[in-house]
T-cell receptor, first 111, second 115 residues
Framework: GENVEQHPSTLSVQEGDSAVIKCTYSDSASNYFPWYKQELGKGPQLIIDIRSNVGEKKDQRIAVTLNKTAKHFSLHITETQPEDSAVYFCAAPYNFNKFYFGSGTKLNVKP | DTEVTQTPKHLVMGMTNKKSLKCEQHMGHRAMYWYKQKAKKPPELMFVYSYEKLSINESVPSRFSPECPNSSLLNLHLHALQPEDSALYLC??????????????FGPGTRLTVL
């Protein structure tokens, strides 16, 4: 089955700094990679996603990069703000009908 | 509108109770999902419905019984649960996968406590 590894498990940055979270996957057929943000007591919210036909996608302060050869993808948050503090999950598909989630990264942005 | 709603927000039940969780979406999605999430862990898939038919059951115990009465609603019936079933139960929906998975939108979850 699919194996998704996510690092780091915790990340603490100063407000205004950048944060990078990395995920690797095992299924070379995987072609869609979403990132979710989960705040305490809430459900995961999609923040950005990327399909395998592109290498990078940006949305304001958030970007995702994909390296299909190395089978890894990364979330980049620039100019971090305290409200970016949350748990972030990456996901990769398996068998085209289910997602496997990474183990999560708890991001703490210190004011 | 990308909203998935779930009721109730919180539920406390005894091991002999019968209760139901409800999920609703009005995005026209024909795939709906139940996930279970324990504290500090990622969501774990339980069930997938595609066009109102159960397509995936991830070997979930029979004390959890899903139901999809129509294309907008998804229920999870609970009976004779165990304390270890306490968790956040998440509903999600998406377009029906067709050769490639589509974006899944999650609801806020139901926090279930089994006493």
């Amino acid at each position: 089955g699919e194996n998704v590894e996510q690092h780091p498990s915790t990340l603490s940055v100063q407000e205004g700094d950048s944060a990078v979270i990395k995920c690797t996957y095992s299924d070379s057929a995987s072609n869609y990679f979403p990132w979710y943000k989960q705040e305490l007591g809430k459900g995961p919210q999609l923040i950005i996603d990327i399909r395998s036909n592109v290498g990078e996608k940006k949305d304001q302060r958030i970007a995702v990069t994909l390296n299909k050869t190395a089978k890894h993808f990364s979330l980049h948050i620039t100019e971090t703000q305290p409200e970016d503090s949350a748990v972030y999950f990456c996901a990769a598909p398996y068998n085209f009908n289910k997602f496997y989630f990474g183990s999560g990264t708890k991001l703490n942005v210190k004011p | 509108d990308t909203e998935v709603t779930q009721t109730p927000k919180h539920l406390v039940m005894g091991m002999t109770n019968k209760k139901s969780l409800k999920c609703e979406q009005h995005m026209g999605h024909r795939a709906m999902y139940w996930y279970k999430q324990k504290a500090k862990k990622p969501p774990e898939l339980m069930f997938v419905y595609s066009y109102e038919k159960l397509s995936i059951n991830e070997s979930v115990p029979s004390r959890f019984s899903p139901e999809c009465p129509n294309s907008s609603l998804l229920n999870l019936h609970l009976h004779a649960l165990q304390p270890e079933d306490s968790a956040l139960y998440l509903c999600a929906s998406s377009q029906v996968p067709s050769g490639s998975l589509d974006t899944q939108y999650f609801g806020p979850g139901t926090r279930l406590t089994v006493l």
